[in-house]
């Protein structure tokens, strides 16, 4: 999906208001993974959300695929992941994953079946079990699992592996480009890791502190598997740091 | 303490407590006017099974009705008002008005108008018990993960469907800790609104032996209503276990 | 799925006790009813209330082509209420009480038959307590119910005391005040407490106004004006009735208990509605009954009350001839 952002801007109503993103301009290609960094309260969640349909925004528009955010919803196009796995205590972990299609969907091809889904980030012998059973690394492969189940051609996550541990996000950053590689779908991935961002992404956007602004866009040619250790990532992550460095004064590794 | 050592030392202490209360009539020759004793209680309730079981089949009929009747309307009026939020205020002053309204006056004027039927029992029992389910149902609904509610609007579901798969379960929790409240108060009111004026149940019978002076019959009725309201509360319990199966209960 | 049905289950026992609760009102009586009889009090064996249930049990009513319908006032004044606007066609009333609900707040309420020529309000003292003459209440305490009646300040000046010689103390229906010493002197109906006292192993002193010279009056038939005018010829019909029970009952006063406890349940002690109905029945006869048949009521015995009431309670004034009348009685010949 392409995404076209023009002179994007949000405030939140309040005494007084609060401007959370100033004019944000950008041009996404299809099957580009881009990662958003930038420091607390930048406003990398707002815009996120923006272009999830979760908020209208102030002033400027967003385009997906040359359409407003809303329809593009409608089809089921766009998959949304947050920290929180945001799956239905009541349902099993199958009827979960199996959500996703529940709500009518306009689209001609939906996408894995829900056990097929699960096979895939190695739940399926917990198809019948609740997401209470669970460990957190655990229930956000199933909220991935759900995603492989929409066919959709758009993921927005937003900081989906900050709650969980330093080992378990090592392995879910590799298996999600695992599971993403097949299917190519344009990824926004907002994070405040800049190791994971650059271990993930062909592109880094980077956002100064609100009203948030794009000061920074990052190709990063490397190949994968992207190794820690070798010289290239390691001075990436010396600008990285530098940049944010000059625009806040917390940055998390 | 686990859960089957506390029960064992609830029911020794309900023993220990029976003992001390038959001890103490028999050896303070307390007459049976005053305080029965447990035994001659019991032998009260054994004697007249038939009579205390109509009444309880009456009292409990009219508690459950009233009940189910209460948690209905506090339950549609909090859907309701889920699906139409600027109503919220004027309907739950509306609501605190009914139950600020004390039950003592209410319950004659309905037998007046009512008669001495369950019907006036039903109502009251009803306008008892539906106020803390509206109020918890209503918590309930608006509780909801706010994450979850991200999924559900990202797939842009609309409100009916919010509604069901979403507001519906998160409620469930809170119609339980509600009914645990409205349950008790169910069985109380209609003992209460009995003795306004009734035909049978365990409020007339409570009343006519008051009035003959004969506490055995009543205390009987007492513990009766007591039994009863415990088993209540301990299916409720059974039942929500069942149901709302993925929230640890906030109290036993 | 499974979670609702659950729910469902606790549903469907519900309703399912809604329905079977129907077949659970009125045990005792017919569906389809001309007339509503709602007694004064619970079930018990005071005189009138007897008299109505024997009628009943002995086919008396049916014999008369009446259907009653027998209720009970839970004691707060419903069923004077009921039958003022028509919902109840008869009930009791304690004469006193009659005349002042008519003088205020002016309840349009009448009396057919006068079953208690004399009152049944009395004070009782335990023996041990050694107040064996109303001079010796001097310096007690003294119960009353309700409010503090007119007969008791006309026993008082009878006896030749002051208010303020005694120490008055509002108590409700509890004889257990007087055997446990909360009172020294409490306010009986001759009928019910003692029996029960006594049962209890206490030797009563009791007093009774009548004796002093304070008119009392018992137990009434009373109906409304507007029945007494649109319906006579059902109240003659239910007076003979509810009369013939009563002298049923006194004829055969075992059969009537029995009967008395069908209405009364469980609860009650038989013993004790025996004497109710035996207290009860001395009063039944006097002066006026002798040559007109029981329940005759006089203006005389009305004047007598209404002026004393009026003395010591400042009743407004009331035309005693609108609160009773022998027509009914008449007509029931």
């Known amino acids: 999906m392409e995404i076209e952002i023009n002179n994007l801007q949000h405030s939140f109503p309040g005494k007084p208001e609060r401007e959370a993103l100033a004019e944000i301009n950008c041009q996404i290609k299809p099957g580009q ?50 920290q929180s796995p945001a799956l239905l205590p009541w349902l099993t972990v199958g009827e979960n994953v199996a959500l996703a299609q529940r709500f009518r969907p306009q689209v001609s091809q939906p996408g894995l079946s829900a056990e097929e889904a699960l096979r895939r980030v190695g739940l399926r012998d917990d198809l019948n079990a609740y997401p209470s059973m669970l460990s957190g690394g655990m229930q956000q492969r199933l909220a991935l699992a759900r995603i492989l189940t929409m066919d959709a051609d758009l993921w927005l996550m937003d900081e989906p592996f900050s709650a969980l541990d330093e080992l378990t996000r090592e392995r879910l950053t590799i298996e999600l480009l695992e599971l993403w590689r097949p299917l190519q779908p344009t990824v926004l991935w907002v994070t405040h890791h800049i190791y994971e961002a650059i271990r993930l992404a062909d ?51 | 303490m686990n859960n089957r050592h506390s029960e064992i030392a609830a029911w020794v202490m309900i023993l220990v407590f029976l003992a001390l209360w038959e001890l103490g009539v028999r050896m303070l020759q307390i007459p049976p006017y005053l305080l029965p004793a447990p035994s001659v209680v019991l032998q009260t309730l054994i004697a007249n099974p038939a009579v205390y079981a109509r009444a309880t089949f009456i009292t409990v009929g009219e508690a459950l009705t009233g009940l189910f009747l209460g948690v209905l309307a506090g339950a549609v009026l909090a859907a309701f008002l889920t699906l139409f939020p600027g109503l919220e205020n004027g309907v739950m002053t509306l609501a605190i008005l009914v139950k600020s309204t004390p039950l003592v006056a209410v319950a004659p004027l309905l037998t007046l108008w009512l008669g001495f039927g369950v019907l006036p029992k039903i109502i009251i029992t009803g306008l008892l018990t539906f106020f803390p389910v509206l109020v918890n149902i209503l918590s309930g609904l608006h509780q909801i993960d706010p994450a979850l509610m991200d999924l559900f609007q990202s797939w842009r579901a609309n409100r009916w469907d919010i509604f069901w798969h979403l507001r519906l379960p998160s409620a469930l929790p809170y119609l339980f800790a509600a009914l645990k409240i409205s349950a008790p108060l169910a069985l109380i009111g209609a003992v209460v609104a009995e003795w306004t004026g009734a035909s049978g149940g365990l409020g007339k019978t409570m009343w006519m032996a008051y009035t003959n002076l004969n506490l055995p019959f009543l205390f009987a009725a007492i513990l009766i209503l007591a039994v009863i309201g415990a088993f209540l509360y301990r299916f409720l319990v059974w039942i929500e276990k069942r149901t709302v199966f993925w929230v640890q209960p906030l109290q036993e | 799925m499974r979670r609702y049905i659950s729910l469902l289950i606790l ?8 329905k079977t609760l129907d077949s659970f009102e009125n045990p005792l009586n017919a569906d389809i009813h001309e007339l509503t009889f709602m007694a004064g009090y619970k079930p018990q064996a005071n005189l009138p209330f007897v008299g109505v249930y024997v009628a009943q049990e002995k086919g008396f009513f049916k014999e008369e082509g009446l259907s009653v319908l027998i209720e009970h006032s839970p004691g707060s004044g419903e069923h004077l209420q009921l039958t003022a606007t028509g919902k ?138 507007e029945t007494l005018r649109t319906q006579p010829q059902q109240l003659a019909r239910f007076l003979r009735a509810a009369l013939r029970g009563i002298q049923y009952a006194a004829d055969h006063p075992e059969e009537a208990v029995e009967i008395v406890i069908q209405y009364a349940g469980p609860e009650t002690n038989p013993d004790h509605m025996r004497f109710m109905l035996e207290t009860e029945l001395v009063d039944l006869r006097s002066e006026s009954t002798a040559g007109n048949g029981i329940g005759w009521q006089t203006e005389e015995q009305w004047r007598a009350l209404a002026d004393m009431l009026q003395e010591y309670e400042a009743m407004p004034l009331v035309d005693v001839q609108q609160v009773f009348t022998n027509e009914i009685l008449k007509a029931a010949r």
């Open chain 1, 203 to 253: 592109r880094i956007l980077v956002m100064s502190p609100a009203p948030g602004r794009l000061v920074g866009d990052i190709q990063v040619n490397l190949p994968y598997p992207r190794n820690e250790p070798a010289p290239a990532f390691q001075s990436l992550l010396l600008d990285l740091r530098a940049m944010l460095g000059q625009v806040s004064k917390q940055i998390a590794l």
């Open chain 3, 88 to 225: 109840v066609q008869v009930t009791t009333q304690d004469a006193a009480i009659l005349l002042k609900r008519r003088a205020d707040p002016g309840l349009p309420l009448v009396s057919i038959a006068l079953i208690g020529q004399k009152g049944q309000q009395a004070y009782a003292a335990l023996k041990t307590s050694g107040i064996s003459t109303i001079q010796d209440w001097k310096g007690h305490t003294i119960g009353y119910k309700g409010t503090p009646p007119p007969d008791l300040f006309a026993l008082l000046s009878a006896a030749g005391l002051k208010e303020s010689d005694v120490d008055l103390v509002n108590v409700g229906f509890d004889p257990r005040l007087l055997t446990e010493g909360k009172v020294d002197v409490y306010p009986v109906y001759k009928s019910n407490e003692p029996y029960l006292v006594r049962s209890w192993g206490y030797e009563l002193e009791i007093w009774d106004a009548a004796d002093y010279g304070v008119p009392t009056l018992g137990l009434a038939y009373v109906t409304s004006d």
């Open chain 1, 33 to 82: 993974f881009v990662a958003i960094v930038g420091p607390s309260g930048c406003g990398k969640s707002t815009f996120l959300r923006l272009i999830a349909n979760l908020l209208e925004p102030s002033g400027g528009e967003i385009l997906l695929d040359g359409k407003a955010p809303v329809e593009i919803a409608a089809q089921r196009r766009i998959a949304w992941m947050s």
């Open chain 3, 11 to 18: 549903l469907m026992m519900i309703l399912s006790s809604c």
